[in-house]
C-alpha cells in the first residue's frame, strides 16, 4: 500500500511541477520564421488542429514525430521504453534496497528515451541545414554565370546534398507547368528553412524583374554561414550545460550509497521512513524536471 502511495505522490508532483513551471513537453511549436502569408497560415492551421487534439492524441503525435525524426521507429522506441524502465527499476533496488523507491525509479528513467530522441532530432535538422547550405551555394554560384534557374539546378543536380527537393522542381516546370515563378513557390514549401525562403523570394524578384537581383543571392548564403557558426557555439555551450547536468546528478545520487556504508543509521531513516523515501521521490521529479528545461534552452537558433 506504501509503494502505490509513493507511486501516486511521483506522479501528482510531477504533473504539478510542470504545471507550474510552464513546461509542456508535448507542445508543438514552430521556430522556423516564415516570410509567406500562405506558409504562415499553413502553419498556423497545423498548430490549431493539434491544440483542438485531445491529450492522449497530442502525447502520441508529439511522440511519433519525434521519434520518426530522430531516425528510429515506434516499435525500437518501445524497446527503449521498456529498457530504460527495467534499468531503472535494477538501479533503485540497488541504490534504495527498496521496492517502491525501485519502481518510482523506473518510472523516472522512462522519460529518457524521449529526451534522447529529441536532442537527435535537432542535430538530424543542423545537419539537414549545413546541407541545404552546401546545395544553394553551388546552385546560387551557377545561377549567377548563366542567369537561368533551370539551366543551373540542371548543370548541378547530381552534386546536389539535398537533391530531391530540386529534381521534382526541374520535372515540374519542364512537364507540368512552365510558370517558374510557381515553381519556386511550390519548391519552397517543401523546405521549412528561413533563409530558403528568403533565397526563394530573391529568385521569384529575378524572374519578375531584373536578373541583377541575382547578386544578392550570395548575401543569403552568408546569412546561413553566420547561423551555422552562431548555432556551433551554441551547441558547445549547451555540451557544457549537459555536462554540468550529468555532474550534478551524479554527486546528489552519489550521496546515498555513501551514507549507505558510512552511516547505516542515517541510510534506514532515509530508506525506511516515509518522509525520507518522500525526499528521495522529489529528487527523482526535479531531477526530471532539471532534463526538460535543459532540453527546452537546448533548441536551433
Known amino acids: 500500500m506504501q509503494n502505490i502511495i509513493l507511486i501516486m505522490i511521483f506522479a501528482l508532483l510531477l504533473t504539478g511541477t510542470f504545471l507550474f513551471t510552464g513546461i509542456n513537453p508535448f507542445r508543438r511549436k514552430s521556430y522556423i520564421s516564415l516570410s509567406k502569408q500562405v ?66 525509479t523506473g518510472l523516472a528513467l522512462i522519460p529518457v528515451p524521449y529526451i534522447f530522441l529529441k536532442v537527435k532530432s535537432r542535430w538530424y535538422k543542423r545537419n539537414q541545414d549545413e546541407l541545404l547550405e552546401n546545395t544553394l551555394s553551388l546552385i546560387t554560384n551557377s545561377y549567377i554565370s548563366c542567369n537561368d534557374i533551370i539551366k543551373a539546378v540542371n548543370e548541378n543536380l547530381s552534386k546536389l546534398d539535398v537533391q530531391r527537393p530540386f529534381a ?32 526563394i523570394d530573391i529568385l521569384v524578384l529575378s524572374q519578375e524583374k531584373s536578373g541583377d537581383m541575382r547578386f544578392i543571392l550570395p548575401a543569403v548564403i552568408d546569412g546561413m554561414n553566420d547561423a551555422k557558426k552562431l548555432q556551433i557555439e551554441a551547441d558547445t555551450v549547451m555540451m557544457n550545460v549537459w555536462k554540468e547536468y550529468f555532474m550534478s546528478i551524479i554527486l546528489a545520487f552519489s550521496i546515498i550509497p555513501i551514507l549507505r556504508f558510512s552511516n547505516a543509521e542515517w541510510f534506514n531513516i532515509l530508506i525506511n521512513t516515509f518522509v525520507g523515501k518522500l525526499l528521495i521521490v522529489l529528487m527523482l521529479i526535479l531531477t526530471i524536471i532539471s532534463a526538460f528545461l535543459t532540453l527546452r534552452i537546448n533548441k536551433p537558433l
Open 39 to 104: 506558409q504562415e497560415e499553413k502553419f498556423r492551421n497545423v498548430d490549431e488542429r493539434f491544440s483542438r487534439l485531445t491529450l492522449k492524441d497530442q502525447i502520441i503525435t508529439t511522440v511519433q514525430n519525434t521519434v520518426a525524426m530522430g531516425g528510429s521507429n515506434m516499435k525500437i522506441f518501445a524497446a527503449m521504453l521498456a529498457v530504460f524502465c527495467a534499468a531503472g527499476i535494477g538501479m533503485g533496488k540497488m541504490l534504495f534496497t527498496d521496492t517502491g523507491l525501485a519502481l518510482v
Open 168 to 199: 521534382e522542381f526541374i520535372t515540374d516546370v519542364t512537364l507540368i507547368d512552365s510558370n517558374i515563378r510557381r515553381g519556386l513557390r511550390r519548391l519552397e514549401l517543401k523546405l521549412n528553412n528561413k533563409y530558403f525562403s528568403e533565397w
